[in-house]
């Protein structure tokens, strides 16, 4: 029998806890909050990420994280994108050797401009990684609803055993060697589905967000490409099919943090009205850093981190990109 860490006590490292121990595996979670260890072990609910979702038994929260990952085999780092380093330094010195380490973190350090893989390969040496990644809200994977998603690794022997391990008849995954396209898709999507959200709380329609997601889909290749990742990926699920769920889901924060700030309010307010981590923005700042050096044309980029770093009104840059330069939609990638 599988014991996996789950190493965060989000949303997602719960939904995934559920449905894992619900397969059979033995799971613990760290949680840096002694309340949702509380929650999750005495009401067997996590109430403040999970709401409603009753944690079985074989789930067990701990706020020691040696004791969390004793005797584990699995390791899953279920933390936000730019905790990712501090947390795999954390957990390397309680590492015996021959465990697998899985993120579910999506997007780019800032400064560095390393993808999740690359920065836990900096902090932990020796051990398999395994990226996670596609169209899966948390609160529809622990109740069962059909989800498909993808993992890749530079060892896919491992990716393989973490396919095994994670697929059941609800949660099917699949596997892809494109691991620079599978971690570049999953983190770009965030900045479209951020400017999604803002164009619903302008009041903008269909049209437009139509126009945010194709658009926004040229972008993620052309990003994506330009770091050696494959075409074919970005019309996968780590790319198309997380772009869709996150561009029109009220279960997305990106989408939900763009509308209040398309209505008006200030990134900050976005942020803590949402109550989470947002990772959208850092996504934008990082990429946009990344625009600076690879040359690549990011346009709906440029606009979001004026609208967020800069203070101008998303209206005007919607114009602006509206008013862009003509060109031939299938000659410019």
Not at 103 to 116: F, W
Request: aromatic residues 6%; contains cysteine; neutral net charge.
């Amino acid at each position: 029998m599988n014991k996996i860490s789950f190493i965060g006590g989000g949303s997602f490292g719960t939904a995934l806890a559920v449905l894992l121990s619900k397969k059979g595996s033995e799971c613990s979670v760290w949680c840096h909050s002694e309340s949702t260890v509380n929650d999750i072990n005495i009401k067997r609910e996590n109430t403040k990420y999970l709401k409603g979702i009753a944690i079985p038994e074989k789930v067990t929260a701990y706020g020691d994280l040696e004791e969390t990952i004793e005797n584990s085999n699995i390791i899953v780092l279920a933390v936000p994108s730019k905790a990712i380093r501090e947390i795999s330094k954390k957990v390397e010195p309680f590492l015996k050797g021959d465990e697998i380490i899985v993120t579910v973190a999506k997007g780019i350090e800032n400064h560095t401009l390393k993808r999740m893989s690359e920065i836990i390969e900096d902090e932990i040496k020796g051990h398999p990684i395994v990226v996670l990644s596609g169209p899966s809200h948390a609160e529809e994977v622990a109740m069962n609803i059909p989800t498909t998603v993808t993992v890749s690794s530079k060892d896919m022997k491992a990716a393989k055993k973490i396919q095994d391990v994670f697929s059941n008849n609800t949660f099917r995954v699949y596997t892809n060697n494109d691991l620079i396209g599978v971690e570049i898709g999953g983190a770009f999507k965030n900045i479209i589905a951020l400017a999604a959200g803002i164009s619903d709380g302008i009041g903008y329609g269909d049209n437009t967000k139509a126009a945010l997601m194709t658009r926004g889909m040229s972008e993620i290749i052309r990003v994506g490409t330009k770091l050696s990742g494959k075409a074919e990926t970005f019309y996968g699920l780590t790319g198309m099919g997380d772009l869709i769920v996150t561009c029109t889901s009220m279960h997305s924060r990106n989408r939900r943090a763009g509308i209040l700030i398309g209505s008006g309010k200030t990134m900050e307010e976005a942020i803590k009205e949402i109550g989470m981590v947002v990772e959208g923005i850092e996504a934008v700042k990082a990429f946009h850093e990344l625009k600076s050096k690879t040359d690549v044309d990011m346009p709906i980029t440029t606009a979001l981190y004026e609208v967020l770093f800069k203070g101008k009104n998303a209206k005007e840059c919607v114009t602006k990109l509206m008013g862009r330069k003509y060109k031939d939609e299938n000659n410019e990638l």
